[in-house]
């Protein structure tokens, strides 16, 4: 059974940083491209990041560039969110995918889904 598993997100205040991580199983991951997506109550799901399965080629959204930064481990079935200069507007649900493709940033591409990890930013 292919699941992938988030943790890491929490309540922080505006300017802080938090670190999500994804923990992929069931199947070998390392071919697969990973990404995080976000969505906020009553609002789409929007692309954040997302890494080639060699981990070389990285992809952002233009509110989280500079901010924030993915990678993964060397087995890759572990990625990482690094969260840095928090803003109420990264208030929302945090979702790790995984497809057998390139690093796609459009959620309908991804193939595995988490449950999701809440991060709050408050002002």
């Known amino acids: 059974q292919v699941q992938l598993v988030e943790s890491g997100g929490g309540l922080v205040q505006t300017g802080g940083s938090l670190r999500l991580s994804c923990a992929a199983s069931g199947r070998t991951f390392s071919s697969y491209a990973m990404g995080w997506f976000r969505q906020a109550p009553g609002k789409e799901r929007e692309f954040v990041a997302a890494?080639?399965?060699?981990?070389?080629?990285?992809r952002y959204a233009n509110s989280v560039k500079g901010r924030f930064t993915i990678s993964r481990d060397s087995a890759g079935n572990t990625v990482t969110l690094q969260m840095n200069s928090l803003k109420p507007a990264d208030t929302a649900y945090y979702y790790c995918?995984?497809?057998?493709?390139?690093?796609?940033?459009?959620?309908?591409?991804?193939?595995?889904w988490g449950q999701g990890t809440q991060v709050i930013v408050s002002s």
């Open positions: 890494i080639s399965w060699s981990g070389r080629n990285t």
């Open positions: 995918a995984a497809q057998n493709a390139v690093a796609g940033t459009v959620p309908f591409e991804y193939r595995y």
